[in-house]
Structure formats: C-alpha cells, structure tokens
C-alpha cells in the first residue's frame, strides 16, 4: 500500500511536465546534448559563454536583443568570467540611448557597466517592418522558455536525473536543424524549413556558415560547435545564478541529510519507551 | 478532550503574565500535554508539514512582494529583476513557485489520509469541513499567485478561468466584466488577483486557527479509528509527536530542496518563461499539476456551463462527505470493501491528472467522462451503500490493545465507536 502511495504521488507531481505547447505532428524530437552545466555539480565554460557571446554580437544581435543582460553581470561570478575592465569595455562599444539632457533633449552616450544590452530595434513595430512582417524574439530568457515534449515514463525519470535541459536542447536542436523542405512543398524567399520547429516554417534563416565566426583559441569554426557555444551562453543569460543554486543546494542537501538522521535516530530514542 | 494542562509558570514576569492572559498555559495544552493517540503513522505528520508550507510561503511571499511590481506592463520583468539582482531573489522566488506544488502534494496526502482512515467521520464532521474551506482558499490563492508573473500560461489561465463565470446564464458577462475590470483581462485583473493573492493567504491562517481548535477539541483520529478511552492510549504532544513530525518534515524539505535547487522549472510551463500576449494563444493551454484532475472534470463535460458546476461539485460534495458515508466504521483497516474502493478512486484521480494534461480529444475525452462520472459515482453512490451492504472485520478494542502485537481482539463483530470525552 505505502509503495502504492508512493507511487501515485510521483506520477501525480510529475504530471506537469507531460504536457508542452509544441504538438505540431511533423516536428522532430531534439536529441540531447551534454552540457557542462548539467547535473548537480554543473558549472558553466568559461570559455564557452565568451564564446557564445562573441556569437551572440556578430550574429544572433541583428535580430535579437538581451534586454534583461547588464553589461555588468558579464563579470559577476558564476557568468562568462570577463574581466571588470573587459566588461567595461563591451559595454562602452554600445551607444546607449540617454536623456533627457536640461535641455530636454535625448542624447547617445557609450555604455556603462549598468547599462543593459540594447536591443536592435525600438519596438515591436520596428523590428517587423524590418524583417517581413516577422518578430525575433528577446533571447534572455529563451532558454527556459522552450521545451518539448517527453511524455511517460520518461518525464518522470527526469525528474530523478535532475534533467532541467529541455530547454537549450530545443534551441540547439533549431539552431542546427535546418534542412530542404521536403518535395512539392515550396516556401517563400522569407521563410525557412526547420525539422524541430513547430509547424516547420520559420521566419529565421539557418545562422551559422563553416567560419563565419573567427575563434581565436582555435575552437572548430563550425555551424554545430557556434550552436552549442551560444545556446550555453543563453542557458547563463537565463539562469545567471545556476552555478551559486547548485552550490548551495549542495550544501543545503548534505545539512538537511545530517539533520534527518539526528532527528531520526532522536525520535527512536524517545518513542523507544512507548513501544 | 484539550490537555489538561500542568503548567506552572516560571519567574515573576511569566507568573504576572499568566494571571492576565494566560498564553502559557495556552500553549503547553496545545502543544506540549495535549494527549495525541499513541498509534499514529507518518501519514499523520503532514497538518505538521501544512503549517509549516503556510508560514514558509508567507515568508517568502512577503520578501517578494518588496521587490515585485503588479503592472502588466512591468509584472514580468520585475519577475527577472527579482531572479537577477535581488540578493538571493532567485531563491526565494523558487522557493515561493516551487512551494505551491510542495504545499498541494502535502494536501492531498493529507486529504487521503482522512478519506482512508474515516477522519471525517462524526465527531469531526466540522473539523473537516474546514479542511474543505482552507482547500478552496489555497486553490483560489495559487491560481492567483500563478497569474502574477504575467507570462503566457499566467495571462492564458486567468482568460479561460474567468471566463468560467460567462457560463452563469443572464449575468454571466456582467460578473465576468466586472472581474476584469474592463473588457479584457489585463492591469486591472492583475492587479486585483495581486492584492487577493496577499490577503488570502491570511485567512487561510484564520482558518488554520479554527481547523487546529475544533481538531483539539474532539481530538485526533488515529489509524485504527478507535476512540481514545484512558490514558493508556495517548502519550504527549511534546516530545513524541514534535520530534516524529519534526523528522517527517525534514524528509519532506529534502523533496522539497531537489525542485528547489536542482530542477527547479520541472513543475512549471517553458511557456511562462514568454511575457503574456493577448494576440497569441499558446497550443495548449494547461494548468499548474494539482489542477489537473478539476481542469479534467471541466471539460469532460460538453457543454460549458455543466462542466463549470461539475468542476465546482467536485469539491463541493467534499463537504457532505461525513453525511454520503455511511458506515459506522472509521478506519479502512476494518473494512476491506470500502479499502479496495479507496484505492480505485486514487487511482481515478490520478488518471484525471493525467488527462488534464492531455488535449481534450479522441479517446481521452472519452476517458475523461468515464472517470469523471466514477468520481461522483464513488461518492454519492458507492459510499452511501456500501456502509449498509459492507461486513466490517472486528474493529480492536482499544488503541493500546492494537498496539500489542499479536492480542486478539477482544470484541467479535464490528462496534459503534462511542465518543469519550
């Protein structure tokens, strides 16, 4: 019966993770990447975010912005690792919009470290007049914004691997997962076929080409290895405080552990006149 | 049946005290004599674990709110400021989300615990009906809570949810007009759900106080369903259930700090990491977890206004539960039938929970209607016969004659439990 018990609240508490917004039928599953922020004791690469964000720059910011990303988180603890001073100076290769002046005039100045990323359009109405009539998406907190669908038994064993990477999965997978639409389907010059995308047609043209981007620290310079690097980099942008939760989650673990068996052992001993 | 208490104050201050409002000896009849049964399983830890959910998300909430912005233009984003540049925000803002789910999952334990074991039964007909009051308070203050963020399935489930009340025939949209505060659901709602979702939460506490006064006056059930009849069959509040629902709790914040800290986003929806618009409906429009069997129920039924009552008896035959029973019997120990039914209505919620989660098509709504109608069949059918047709084992003697490991009943055939005291 108790295991019965048992079993019942598992299944109920995990029901929230069976259903998901993408059910389109022609949508492929993503594969799962390994991360190196996966896990209990996940950190993020150093390298890999600056990474990422060089790609985030000379690519993804035509379209996309990082509204909720300040300058200054590039070098807090647990993020990409940048210097204050190489912090600083990102932020002062942005032109930020100010003001108003005593003049009352709005005026540009670079940015500062409090400064938050600007996005590269002024609004909604902007962005699509620009490109199609289409609306890229703010990409901070993209990466738990996405998901897919696991359905049971799986969504319930995830939930004991402590996989929490739905999310960057999805977006690596569409990153990657441009491909010919397939035959006697045409598509207009603005949109493109993608295998993981809801309904297959997306506004967005695959990103990446073979050395598009020049990694210094001779990293491969391909379409995979760009996806990868920028997805990590939206995996921090949307958790920037993933590193210290696993950290002290740890230390909270192993206190609550010692205080169980106190308290377990504590408990024997008083109920041992009872029984 | 309230401890009879033996406290003496200690020291000049508390002797004063005592003498005017006598809070000590308030607390030491409550929580420190106060007999409680001495059979008492683990199942029986969590009004302990309820109580502690209550004061933890109040913490938490009100630590939120000071950084928190009830705007629908800024709800959103002061969400994430909370999660970045709050010292800690992070924290305490999954502590908050994940606490709901951990505080339904106490809930429902502890729900099923009473159906199993008859704690509903007379003389806690009232005792239970409050629990009923405190359930719909915490689900109309976590749905509340859910639509603050204002992100997709927040602004989603607040349009289906208040568009519940468009069902009522003649004033149907007067009153859905009148929740919104407009036409649409936008600032207004949000702003009236944000002040409700911080007031609710203290008259949950208020029926707390009344939930804790009635169980201490007719004091607890226990699995056997006896009545307490010496004191024999009781030991102290403190230290035997303090220290046995102190380890129970610990236990259950170690599940509590595997959502919080390692997957933390598991029991919510990707979708609500997108800021709300009204232009874009999401695929699939669903509920937090512990609403899924009701979302079930709701659209089980085809037509609107019938699934909104079938949701709402749902709950509300809850509180004719000590009625619908029968049997004289508490616990399910005794009586085998009753025992197997228990665990088919379980189970039919679960699956309820299931295909609430699940589009509302094919073989699901099917599937839907089947279990939905057992549910209520499970109550207002099976329960009332089955006090009449069952044949109950022999129910103990005593707590402390159950307690002995191997005694024989005294008593053949089932006896009417008489109240004591």
């Known amino acids: 019966m108790r295991k019965l018990i048992l079993a019942a609240t598992i299944v109920v508490l995990s029901l929230s993770a069976a259903p998901t917004a993408f059910a389109a039928e022609a949508t492929a599953k993503p594969t799962r990447q390994s991360w190196s922020f996966a896990g209990p004791f996940g950190l993020y690469d150093r390298a890999q975010l600056q990474r990422g964000f060089k790609v985030y720059r000379e690519v993804c910011a035509a379209c996309h912005g990082l509204k909720l990303v300040a300058f200054r988180t590039l070098a807090s603890p647990g993020g990409p690792g940048f210097t204050e001073p190489q912090a600083k100076q990102v932020a002062s290769e942005y032109r930020i919009t100010d003001g108003p002046n005593e003049r009352g005039e709005m005026f540009e100045r670079p940015g500062q470290l409090s400064d938050y990323i600007p996005s590269p359009d002024p609004n909604e109405q902007a962005a699509r007049a620009r490109l199609n009539g289409a609306l890229p998406p703010d990409l901070s907190v993209i990466a738990k914004a996405r998901s897919y669908e696991v359905g049971f038994p799986g969504f319930i064993i995830d939930a004991f691997k402590q996989y929490q990477e739905s999310g960057v999965d999805y977006v690596y997978a569409y990153l990657t997962g441009y491909e010919n639409p397939p035959a006697g389907t045409t598509l207009p010059p603005t949109q493109f076929w993608n295998k993981y995308f809801p309904g297959n047609r997306t506004a967005m043209r695959p990103p990446f080409q073979n050395d598009q981007i020049e990694y210094p620290d001779g990293t491969p310079q391909t379409p995979e290895q760009y996806s990868k690097d920028v997805t990590a980099f939206l995996m921090w942008t949307a958790e920037p405080h993933l590193e210290s939760r696993k950290r002290i989650g740890f230390q909270v673990m192993i206190f609550l552990l010692v205080f169980a068996g106190l308290m377990y052992f504590t408990k024997k001993k008083v109920w041992s006149s009872v029984h | ?421």
């Not at chain 2, 019938?306 to 399910?332: E, H, N, Q, Y």
């Open chain 2, 1 to 421: 049946m309230s401890g009879h208490s033996t406290y003496q104050p200690q020291g000049r201050l508390m002797k004063w005290l005592e003498a005017r409002l006598p809070l000590g000896g308030l607390i030491h009849s409550s929580f420190v004599a106060y007999p409680t049964p001495r059979n008492l399983n683990y199942w029986w830890t969590f009004g302990g674990i309820l109580t502690f959910m209550l004061a933890a998300q109040i913490v938490t909430g009100v630590v939120l709110v000071m950084h928190y912005t009830p705007t629908s233009k800024d709800a959103f984003d002061s969400v994430e400021h909370i999660m970045r540049d709050v010292n800690y925000g992070w924290l305490f803002r999954y502590v908050h989300a994940n606490g709901g789910s951990m505080f339904f999952l106490a809930v429902y334990i502890h729900m099923f615990r009473g159906l199993y074991y008859g704690s509903y039964k007379e003389p806690r007909e009232v005792l239970w009906i409050l629990g009923v009051i405190i359930f719909l308070l915490m689900m109309a203050t976590a749905f509340m809570g859910y639509v603050l963020p204002w992100g997709q399935m927040s602004f989603w489930a607040a349009t289906v949810i208040t568009n519940l009340f468009s069902a009522i025939p003649i004033f149907g949209n007067a009153i859905t007009q009148w929740l919104w505060g407009g036409y649409a659901v936008d600032q207004p709602l949000l702003q009236r759900f944000f002040s409700l979702h911080y007031l609710l939460p203290f008259m949950i506490a208020g029926v707390v106080v009344l939930h804790v006064w009635a169980l201490h006056v007719v004091g607890q059930n226990n699995p056997t369903g006896v009545d307490v009849k010496s004191d024999k069959d009781t030991v102290a509040f403190t230290p035997y259930a303090t220290v046995k629902d102190g380890f129970m709790l610990v236990c259950f914040l170690i599940l509590y700090g595997w959502f919080v800290f390692y997957i933390p986003n598991y029991l919510g929806h990707s979708d609500n990491y997108i800021p709300a618009n009204p232009l874009q409906t999401p695929s699939h429009i669903v509920p937090e977890w512990y609403f899924l069997p009701f979302y079930a129920i709701l659209r089980a039924i085809p037509n609107k206004l019938g699934g909104v009552v079938a949701m709402f008896a749902s709950i509300l035959v809850l509180f004719f539960l000590p009625w619908l029973d029968t049997s004289k019997v508490r616990s399910a120990r005794y009586r085998p039938l009753f025992r197997q039914f228990f665990w088919i209505l379980v189970v039919c919620c679960i699956g309820l929970g299931y295909l609430g989660s699940q589009p509302p098509e094919g073989g699901f709504v099917l599937a839907a209607r089947i279990l939905t109608a057992y549910y209520f069949i499970h109550f207002l059918v099976i329960l009332p016969l089955l006090g009449l047709v069952e044949k109950p084992r022999a129910v103990p003697a005593s707590i402390s004659e159950s307690v002995l490991k191997g005694a024989a009943p005294a008593s053949a055939g089932h006896k009417a439990p008489d109240r004591n005291g």
